[in-house]
T-cell receptor, first 113, second 113 residues
Framework: DSGVTQTPKHLITATGQRVTLRCSPR?????VYWYQQSLDQGLQFLIQ???????AKGNILERFSAQQFPDLHSELNLSSLELGDSALYFC????????????FGPGTRLTVL | QQQVKQSPQSLIVQKGGISIINCAYE??????FPWYQQFPGKGPALLIA?????SEKKEGRFTISFNKSAKQFSLHIMDSQPGDSATYFC????????????FGTGTKLQVIP
């Protein structure tokens, strides 16, 4: 158990809908990262937050947004969902935004029908 | 998009054999190279990592070899065991004040008895 929690574990929804994925980092970790892992694909970095502020952006679609709250938990919002958005979404946290090891959560499996 | 190319995509090794996974990167600004291990249904977990100022790092049965001039690094798993069967991701990080990670596409390792 990495100490990073993600909810929900599974999510099934329809095209065009909007969903919110939630992540709680390890106690003491200030940085949160979101990744997308499609079937048979590698991990695509989406976005990073550090202590409430956006720090880095990767391949995040405009339909997707994220935020980190004062209690350091983070939410990833996915809107106007398409079939191709079906994937595993991982959250990771680290102590800082530098070279600290990233600890990954168990992921949320999103299925868009 | 900074790329990290990983090969092979899949690998089958006999128990007791050596598993070798290779990665190549382009951006010389990368300054930290971790390997992650992912079991089915789980998030990736840090296995071992290296910085470009050393050519080799060993932790138990796992060794990273790093060739800075060739911009290549590899993971060697000695005495491979069925419990090592997992997907392995190499990654490259440019710290630069914050951590932006580029992952390889992953190698699915199967160790057969």
């Amino acid at each position: 158990d990495s100490g990073v929690t993600q909810t929900p574990k599974h999510l099934i929804t329809a095209t065009g809908q909007r969903v919110t994925l939630r992540c709680s980092p390890r106690s003491g970790d200030l940085s949160v990262y979101w990744y997308q892992q499609s079937l048979d694909q590698g991990l695509q970095f989406l976005i990073q937050y550090y202590n409430g502020e956006e720090r880095a952006k990767g391949n995040i679609l405009e339909r997707f947004s994220a935020q980190q709250f004062p209690d350091l938990h983070s939410e990833l919002n996915l809107s106007s969902l398409e079939l191709g958005d079906s994937a595993l979404y991982f959250c990771a946290s680290s102590v800082d935004g530098g070279r600290g090891e990233q600890f990954f959560g168990p992921g949320t499996r999103l299925t868009v029908l | 998009q900074q790329q990290v190319k990983q090969s092979p995509q899949s690998l089958i090794v006999q128990k007791g054999g050596i598993s070798i996974i290779n990665c190549a990167y382009e951006n010389t600004a990368f300054d930290y190279f971790p390997w992650y291990q992912q079991f089915p249904g789980k998030g990736p977990a840090l296995l071992i990592a290296i910085r470009p100022d050393v050519s080799e790092k060993k932790e138990g049965r796992f060794t990273i070899s790093f060739n800075k001039s060739a911009k290549q690094f590899s993971l060697h798993i000695m005495d491979s065991q069925p419990g090592d069967s997992a997907t392995y991701f190499c990654a490259a990080i440019y710290s630069g004040g914050y951590q932006k990670v580029t992952f390889g596409t992953g190698t699915k390792l199967q160790v057969i008895p």
